[in-house]
């Protein structure tokens, strides 16, 4: 079955820099791809997707790029402020099969 | 509107004991999943339901069951509680085919002790 690999499991930057999470998936037919949002005691939010017949997409300060060659996709956050220090999940699936998620990245904005 | 909720919030039960965790959605999703979530492991698959009568095992289903008598409730049991079923659980649902982004609920917190 697919397997997610996300990296890295944690990340600091000053507010205003850019992160950036990394994904691997194995299964070459799946073809889509979200990234989630999960503050304190709560539960993850979708921020963004992607499908595979797409290779990068904006909105406002986040993106994220596909590769589908290489089988990885990234997350971008561009003008870090402290409100998007949370753990952030990769996932992937083909069809209508259930999410496989990555095991998060602790994203921490210093100010 | 209330999206996905669940109940309860904490649970502390003791080692044998059973219990359900109740999940409910009011969107009309065809789809429901139940994960759960412990440190360094990402989110893992425990059971999923692709309509109403229809459930599929997923990555960790032992010790759990689930049935789906309406569109609107996806109960998860604990058939005999331990340790290791010691974890947040999630529940998320979406909508049909070519609908992919799942809503979650806000978590259960469960303790076997």
């Known amino acids: 079955g697919e397997n997610v690999e996300q990296h890295p499991s944690t990340l600091s930057v000053q507010e205003g820099d850019s992160a950036v999470i990394k994904c691997t998936y194995s299964?070459?037919?799946?073809?889509?791809f979200p990234w989630y949002k999960q503050e304190l005691g709560k539960g993850p939010q979708l921020i963004i997707d992607i499908r595979s017949n797409v290779g990068e997409k904006k909105d406002q300060r986040i993106a994220v790029t596909l590769n589908k060659t290489a089988k990885h996709f990234s997350l971008h956050i561009t003008e870090t402020q402290p409100e998007d220090s949370a753990v952030y999940f990769c996932a992937a699936s083909k069809g209508n099969t259930p999410l496989v998620f990555g095991k998060g990245t602790r994203l921490s904005v210093i100010a | 509107n209330a999206g996905v909720t669940q109940t309860p919030k904490f649970q502390v039960l003791k080692t044998g004991q059973s219990m359900t965790l109740q999940c409910a959605q009011d969107m009309n999703h065809e789809y429901m999943s139940w994960y759960r979530q412990d440190p360094g492991m990402g989110l893992r698959l425990i059971h999923y339901s692709v309509g109403a009568g229809i459930t599929d095992q997923g990555e960790v289903p032992n010790g759990y069951n689930v049935s789906r008598s309406t569109t609107e409730d996806f109960p998860l049991r604990l058939l005999s509680a331990a340790p290791s079923q010691t974890s947040v659980y999630f529940c998320?649902?979406?909508?049909?085919?070519?609908?992919?982004?799942?809503?979650f609920g806000s978590g259960t917190r469960l303790t076997v002790v």
């Open positions: 998320a649902s979406r909508q049909g085919i070519g609908r992919y982004g799942y809503t």
């Open positions: 299964d070459s037919a799946s073809n889509y």
